[in-house]
């Protein structure tokens, strides 16, 4: 079982809906959770971060946490073509210490079709 | 205020070269984790400095190696490369354990 899991995709939504992407880890004890945006050829930029169960919202993006479930999801809101990217999952687990390793996932594809 | 800068932008080398990869972090941060990330693939920990000193490392053989200088820049060495050492080796710097920004990676090419 891998560590951090996400479908690869592509997800393909028509622009101005929903986007739903979702995240698996296994390290229950996992205390800090990423979600990063990749545009092919450029490195990982940080969209959001969220440390407690519940919901967390920065404009259109809403990241989810259930440690019960240890589950998170990234929910993109009005979905326009230039959030067409690959969305990465990154947890912080237990086993790090206090370095702050992350752990990623491989990616879900996004494509949004004006 | 400048974000993380990596250099070289590309390189190729052949097989059984070595490499230097550098990093220097964002204002106010002291923290450098270095990955590796292959086509299609999440980035993969290699390792990280902190005070100059390797905190922690990943599932990476001893032909990784880094430094880390008083500046809080840091070195990635890779020795004796293999063509499965291709991929885009990214910087990320943070204040200690704290949320880690990227740099724009080094896209290395082994021949």
């Known amino acids: 079982q891998k560590e951090v899991e996400q479908n690869s995709g592509p997800l393909s939504v028509p622009e101005g809906a929903i986007a739903s992407l979702n995240c698996t880890y296994s390290?229950?004890?996992?205390?800090?959770f990423f979600w990063y945006r990749q545009y092919s050829g450029k490195s990982p930029e940080l969209i959001m971060s969220?440390?407690?169960?519940g919901d967390k919202e920065d404009g259109r993006f809403t990241a989810q946490l259930n440690k019960a479930s240890q589950y998170v999801s990234l929910l993109i809101r009005d979905s326009q073509p230039s959030d067409s990217a690959t969305y990465l999952c990154?947890?912080?687990?237990?086993?790090?210490?206090?370095?702050?390793?992350?752990?990623f996932g491989q990616g879900t594809t996004l494509q949004v079709k004006p | 205020d400048a974000g993380v800068t990596q250099s070289p932008t590309h390189l190729i080398k052949t097989r059984g070269q070595q490499v230097t990869l550098r990093c220097s972090p964002k204002?106010?941060?002291?923290?450098v984790s270095w990955y590796q990330q292959a086509l299609g693939q999440g980035p993969q920990f290699i390792f990280q400095?902190?005070?100059?000193?390797?905190?922690q490392r990943g599932n990476f053989p001893d032909r990784f190696s880094g430094h880390q200088f008083p500046n809080y820049s840091s070195e990635l060495n890779v020795n004796a490369l293999l063509l499965g050492d291709s991929a885009l080796y990214l910087c990320?710097?943070?204040?200690?354990?704290?949320?880690?920004?990227f740099g724009p990676g080094t896209r290395l090419t082994v021949l």
């Open positions: 204002s106010g941060h002291d923290t």
């Open positions: 990154a947890v912080n687990p237990l086993g790090s210490g206090n370095t702050g390793k992350l752990i």
């Open positions: 400095y902190y005070e100059e000193e390797e905190r």
């Open positions: 969220i440390y407690s169960n």
């Open positions: 390290d229950r004890g996992s205390q800090s």
């Open positions: 990320a710097s943070s204040r200690l354990a704290d949320t880690q920004y």
